[in-house]
């Protein structure tokens, strides 16, 4: 939901017009993906607290596409958790059949791009579709 990743939706939202195409609305929240076997040991939140953040995520999610355009009916809203972005993304994005993934990306280079990586490195290594990636600059 920052700056860059509304700049990338509103160039998918024209491709997406432009060729009457479906636009699916991605964010991918690290927001705490359910424990093993559903066990919540002690001094761990509870999967009702988890329940509500991720409601929270949502409508915020929901609030922001609201907020930042006029949003079409051929837009698919999808919130989804995971603590590896890029591997949701490219996850997504084969399950839903995607024909081109538009993304962000910061443009990290030197020691923090050798300690993070890049996401969107790893989308365009490992998307099942061509991937159109929408700089910083």
Known sequence: MSEL???SLLYALSLGAAVKAEVIA???SDVFVDP???????GMVSSGEIDSWRQEIKRQ???YLNDLAQMPDNLAR???SSQDPWKEITSVAQE??????VISTHGRSGLEHLFRGSDAE????????P???IRSH
């Open 96 to 101: 839903m059949a995607v024909d081109l993934l």
């Open 131 to 133: 991937v159109l990636v």
């Open 36 to 42: 093993p076997g559903g066990r919540i040991d002690p």
């Open 78 to 80: 999808v919130v989804r």
């Open 26 to 28: 991605l964010h991918v």
């Open 61 to 63: 999610f929901d609030q």
């Open 122 to 129: 790893k989308i365009i290594r490992e998307a099942s579709c």
């Open 5 to 7: 990743s509304s700049r």
